[in-house]
């Protein structure tokens, strides 16, 4: 597609349980980033991946969050024993060669 | 990490030019950008400085001070679509790192 897609765009989940949520990167663009953001901050960074490997993941809160990107394309953002204050919006921007990052529309989790 | 202050709020009337400004510590400075913010929307790029001085795009401009560690993003001829955030971030950190950092955005309330 033109732009970044993540699918679902909303995800409600009970306190506890596992979620997966997916980032589809403008094509050819080789840097993925995850970012977070809750009501009224800007997103905060995650994790970044240059191609297959994450080249930097200082960002994940703890080792709850889990992201992959196996083929350099799409990546999978993982969050076990899901708690309430994971809820946000979870954003993936990708950036080709000119370093500007282009966001997808996010997916707001919701831990209930 | 990055310091990035930026005002959390400003209104401004139809028709008038508004100056949001953002200061930021950091070292090994990489490059700041401008987003831009519609509520429930994903950011959408608006400008990027490396070098010192003012880039301007159509309505918009964003000016760079390296020294005073400082930038502005100016709206002329505001439009009730400006209604938004607007997103401060800065690249830099230990390695020159890649990854931005976010300010927390400033809400810009544009009335008839």
């Known amino acids: 597609g033109a732009g970044v897609s993540q699918t679902p765009s909303n995800k409600v989940t009970e306190k506890g349980k596992y979620v997966e949520l997916r980032c589809d990167p403008i094509s050819g663009h080789t840097a993925l980033y995850w970012y977070r953001q809750s009501l009224g901050q800007g997103p905060e960074f995650l994790i970044y991946f240059q191609g297959t490997g994450a080249a930097d993941d200082s960002g994940l809160p703890n080792d709850r969050f889990f992201a992959v990107r196996p083929e350099g394309s799409v990546s999978t953002l993982k969050i076990q024993r899901t708690e309430r204050g994971d809820s946000a919006v979870y954003l993936c921007a990708s950036s080709g060669e000119t370093d500007t990052q282009y966001f997808g529309p996010g997916t707001r989790l919701t831990v209930l | 990490g990055q310091n990035i202050d930026q005002p959390t709020e400003m209104t401004a009337t139809e028709g008038a030019i508004v100056q949001i400004n953002c200061t930021y510590q950091t070292s090994g400075f990489n490059g700041l950008f401008w987003y831009q913010q519609h509520a429930g929307e994903a950011p959408t790029f608006l400008s990027y400085n490396v070098l010192d001085g003012l880039e301007e795009k159509g309505r918009f401009s964003s000016f760079l001070s390296r020294s005073k560690g400082y930038s502005y993003l100016l709206l002329k001829e505001l439009q009730m679509k400006d209604s938004a955030s607007y997103l401060c971030?800065?690249?830099?950190?230990?390695?020159?790192?890649?990854?931005?950092?976010f300010g927390r955005g400033t809400s810009l309330i544009v009335h008839p």
């Open positions: 971030a800065v690249r830099g950190g230990q390695g020159g790192s890649y990854i931005p950092t």
